[in-house]
T-cell receptor, first 111, second 116 residues
Framework: SQQGEEDPQALSIQEGENATMNCSYK?????LQWYRQNSGRGLVHLIL?????REKHSGRLRVTLDTSKKSSSLLITASRAADTASYFC???????????FGTGTRLKVLA | EAQVTQNPRYLITVTGKKLTVTCSQN?????MSWYRQDPGLGLRQIYY???????DKGDVPEGYKVSRKEKRNFPLILESPSPNQTSLYFC???????????????FGPGTRLTVL
C-alpha cells in the first residue's frame, strides 16, 4: 500500500504531558503535512515541512522530517484536553500531485 | 470568509440512482481534490485537479467522475452508486507552490453518504 503508516494508532496521556506521533512512508516526497481532525469533521492543517527542511516549529507543535529514514514525527508539548483529536500525516510523492494520507493517530488528552 | 463548501452534508440514496456532490472554494486555489474516509482506512484520494480542465485519478477512482469547468467548483459524480460507496467524503483545495508541490489543503465539512 502507498499509505503512510502512523504510530501509535492510539495514544492516551494526561493534560500537560507531551504527545509524540510518528509517520513513515516509502517513497521520495515533495513535502509532508500534518492535519488534525475532530470527530468526523473536516481536517484542519497544522504544519507543513518541505523535503529540504529537517525541523519546524509552530506554537506548541514541533515537526521533524528525516528523509533518509523516510519518517516524520509530530510533537505536541504541554497537551490540553482540546488537543483530543485524530492526527494525520499527508504527503505527495516526488513528481506527482497525488496525496497519500497516513492511517492516523487517535490522541486522547485526559483532564 | 475563506472556505470550502460541500453540499449536501448528508445524503441517503439507493443503489443505481445518480447523484452529484458539489464542492466550491472561494480562495482562487488551483488544486482541488476529493477524498473518502472509511473506518480503519484513513483518507484515500479519489480524484484531484491541478487547474481548470486538468484532472487525474487518485488511489480509488473507480465508480466516480469529476469535472473542473470553473476554478472554484469541483463536483463529484456517482453515476450508479453502490453500497460500497457508503462513506464520508471530503473536498479540499490548496494553492500552488513551486515544482510539484502545493501548500496546505483547506477541507470542506464533509458529506456523509449512505447508499442502500
Amino acid at each position: 500500500s502507498q499509505q503512510g503508516e502512523e504510530d501509535p494508532q492510539a495514544l492516551s496521556i494526561q493534560e500537560g504531558e507531551n504527545a509524540t506521533m510518528n509517520c513513515s512512508y516509502k517513497t521520495s516526497i515533495n513535502n509532508l503535512q500534518w492535519y488534525r481532525q475532530n470527530s468526523g469533521r473536516g481536517l484542519v492543517h497544522l504544519i507543513l515541512i518541505r523535503s529540504n527542511e529537517r525541523e519546524k516549529h509552530s506554537g506548541r507543535l514541533r515537526v521533524t522530517l528525516d528523509t533518509s529514514k523516510k519518517s516524520s514525527s509530530l510533537l505536541i508539548t504541554a497537551s490540553r484536553a482540546a488537543d483530543t483529536a485524530s492526527y494525520f500525516c499527508a504527503f505527495t510523492t516526488s513528481g506527482t500531485y497525488k496525496y497519500i494520507f497516513g492511517t492516523g493517530t487517535r490522541l486522547k488528552v485526559l483532564a | 470568509e475563506a472556505q470550502v463548501t460541500q453540499n449536501p452534508r448528508y445524503l441517503i440514496t439507493v443503489t443505481g440512482k445518480k447523484l452529484t456532490v458539489t464542492c466550491s472554494q472561494n480562495m482562487n486555489h488551483e488544486y482541488m481534490s476529493w477524498y473518502r474516509q472509511d473506518p480503519g482506512l484513513g483518507l484515500r484520494q479519489i480524484y484531484y485537479s491541478m487547474n481548470v480542465e486538468v484532472t487525474d485519478k487518485g488511489d480509488v477512482p473507480e465508480g466516480y467522475k469529476v469535472s473542473r469547468k470553473e476554478k472554484r467548483n469541483f463536483p463529484l459524480i456517482l453515476e450508479s452508486p453502490s453500497p460500497n460507496q457508503t462513506s464520508l467524503y471530503f473536498c479540499a483545495s490548496s494553492s500552488a507552490s513551486s515544482g510539484h508541490s502545493y501548500n496546505e489543503q483547506f477541507f470542506g465539512p464533509g458529506t456523509r453518504l449512505t447508499v442502500l
